[in-house]
């Protein structure tokens, strides 16, 4: 089953029509209860998320759900377009005067931070210190080889499973990112949470199994 795609703008215009989507689909599957909050809070957090990334800024929106051995996989998605035009790219990569994005705390905040890094063509200056943040929480969350540090596959997706697995190995180092996650609503609740890197677009996919009795 998939919803129709539903824009949400940045400022929260087509956010009703996502969350009214959201109350269908648990309809349709007979989703109740713990599950259904789960899944209702997991559809607010992606859709805060676009808030705020720039003015006069839409992301697409949609549900999907897919029934495997584990369960029913839940997969709410927004997709975000890439081409915007140069006077955004400095708006976007501006930062407060203390050098840091305060948005990109948590790791919806990090996500979000991240579609405003890749939405846009390169700039012509040198990246800041909050896009260096940002680079290295991505490499964090992708899958490597091990014996040569190379991305494992040919497509550029970021995974919560793998974030928190690398993050847990070094968690005395890494406190703050450990902290960050044990915090996390998302990281909490969500069964694994992907954002893909494509030509045209930046896509975010957030997963919740329903696992029947």
């Known amino acids: 089953m998939k919803t129709d795609i ?29 599950n259904a909050m789960h899944l209702n809070l997991l559809t607010e957090e992606t859709i805060s998320m ?33 081409p915007v035009d140069c006077e955004q790219e400095m708006q976007f990569i501006s930062v407060s005067s203390d050098g840091r994005n305060m948005n990109a705390k948590g790791i919806m905040g990090k ?8 939405v846009q063509p390169p700039p012509k200056k040198e990246r800041n210190a909050q896009s260096q943040l940002i680079n290295a929480w991505w490499n964090t969350g992708v899958s490597r080889n091990s014996l040569t540090d190379t991305i494992v596959s040919d497509s550029a997706i970021w995974s919560l499973q793998t974030y928190r697995q ?5 968690k005395e180092k890494n406190d703050e990112a450990w902290d960050e996650l044990e915090k996390s609503i998302i990281a909490n609740i969500a069964d694994e949470v992907k954002v893909r890197l494509k030509a045209d677009a930046t896509e975010v996919i957030v997963e919740k199994i329903i ?3």
């Open 50 to 82: 676009i808030h705020g990334i720039m003015d006069d800024f839409s992301g697409f929106f949609h549900i999907e759900s897919e029934e495997t051995e584990t369960g029913l996989v839940c997969r709410i998605c927004v997709s975000v377009p890439k």
């Open 6 to 34: 539903i824009k949400v703008d940045s400022n929260l215009n087509g956010s009703d029509n996502a969350i009214s989507a959201m109350e269908k689909f648990l309809v349709y599957h007979d989703i109740s209860g713990k």
């Open 211 to 213: 696992r029947r009795n």
């Open 166 to 170: 690398n993050v847990s190995e070094q």
């Open 111 to 118: 996500i979000r931070e991240f579609i405003r890094l890749t």
